[in-house]
């Protein structure tokens, strides 16, 4: 009989020969991605505004800072994600995939009569113009680096309107719009956009505020998770769940798709 060794076949990493950036990466979903891009064979910059968890992460993956280098951002910030972009480029000499995955609602976001303006402003600069700061730099180093993919992190709350957190909804909405704008303008230059819209997803962030099934978070929405639950048995997961899905649209097996935005969400968009 032949060794385990003997039968195992190689194959080359899904993301071989690609530079990945990844916009939040610091914890959560991103860091997810990060470990999992860097697997499957991809050199991965992770940047983040908490650059401890980013610098660990990196050196985490790879000691030496050959396949994994750690960059501080805060994509608020225009210059911030210019700079975090040409360093990238700089320090791995190319750049092929985008994935956007800063972001967050405010559990003070409300109805669009009752919200408070600061939490308006806040989660439109966070989640909408953090993400297009990222396509506005990445963009053109992806199409002179020979083209690649842009993942942005939309939400499940984009697709559907029984949600009470209007100005989430709003900015994740806009994602879904302007990834197929991206998607539209510059497929003739090798560069594809897909936007992922998920249900609850297992992160601190979430355990600690709006809560997991069995174990509820501090605000009010965390009453019906379990509720949503026996709706939608699909609907919660945990990061691996959502990094795959960016590793698919990431790499070359879904180099037929382009502005679409998968709704990862347990079917609560659907029925
Ligand atoms: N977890 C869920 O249930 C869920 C559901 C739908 C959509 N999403 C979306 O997925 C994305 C990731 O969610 P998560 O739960 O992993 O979040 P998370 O809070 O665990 O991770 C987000 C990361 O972004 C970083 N970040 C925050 N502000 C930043 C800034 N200004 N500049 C740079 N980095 C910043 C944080 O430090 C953190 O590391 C978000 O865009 C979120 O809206 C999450």
Redesign the pocket.
């Known amino acids: 009989m032949p060794s385990n060794q003997e039968n195992t076949v190689s194959r080359p990493g899904r993301l071989a020969g690609k530079v990945a950036l990844i916009?939040?990466?610091?914890?959560?979903?991103?860091?997810?991605a990060a470990k999992m891009f860097a697997r499957e064979g991809a050199r991965v910059a992770l940047?983040?505004?908490?650059f401890d968890?980013?610098q660990s992460l990196a050196s985490s993956i790879c000691p030496d800072s050959t396949q994994a280098k750690a960059f501080a951002?805060?994509?608020?910030?225009d210059g911030?994600v210019r700079q975090l972009v040409d360093d990238v480029v700089a320090g791995f000499g190319a750049l092929h995939c985008l994935f956007?995955?800063?972001?967050?609602?405010l559990p003070e976001d409300s109805l669009v009569t009752d919200v408070p303006l600061d939490v308006w402003d806040k989660t439109m600069?966070?989640?909408l113009r953090?993400?297009l700061l990222g396509c506005r730099y990445a963009i053109p180093k992806i199409i002179a680096s020979g083209g690649g993919s842009v993942v942005n992190?939309?939400?499940?709350?984009a697709l559907r309107g029984s949600g009470k957190a209007h100005i989430?909804s709003a900015a994740?909405g806009a994602i879904v719009s302007v990834t197929r704008n991206l998607a539209g303008a510059y497929a003739k230059h090798g560069v594809r956009a897909n936007a992922?819209?998920?249900?609850?997803?297992?992160?601190?962030?979430?355990r600690d505020t709006?809560g997991i099934p069995g174990q509820p978070g501090k605000s009010e929405d965390a009453m019906k998770v379990d509720d949503t639950i026996k709706a939608y048995p699909y609907w919660f997961?945990e990061?691996e769940d959502?990094a795959g899905i960016a590793l698919f649209l990431a790499s070359d097996e879904s180099r037929m798709i382009t502005g679409a935005s998968i709704p990862a969400?347990g079917g609560r968009s659907a029925y």
């Open positions: 916009i939040g990466a610091g914890t959560g979903i991103g860091e997810c940047a983040d505004i908490r968890a980013v951002v805060d994509v608020t910030s911030s956007n995955t800063a972001g967050g609602s600069n966070l989640d953090g993400t992190m939309s939400s499940g709350a989430y994740k992922i819209c998920c249900g609850r997803i297992n992160t601190q962030r979430i709006y997961g990061p959502v969400d």
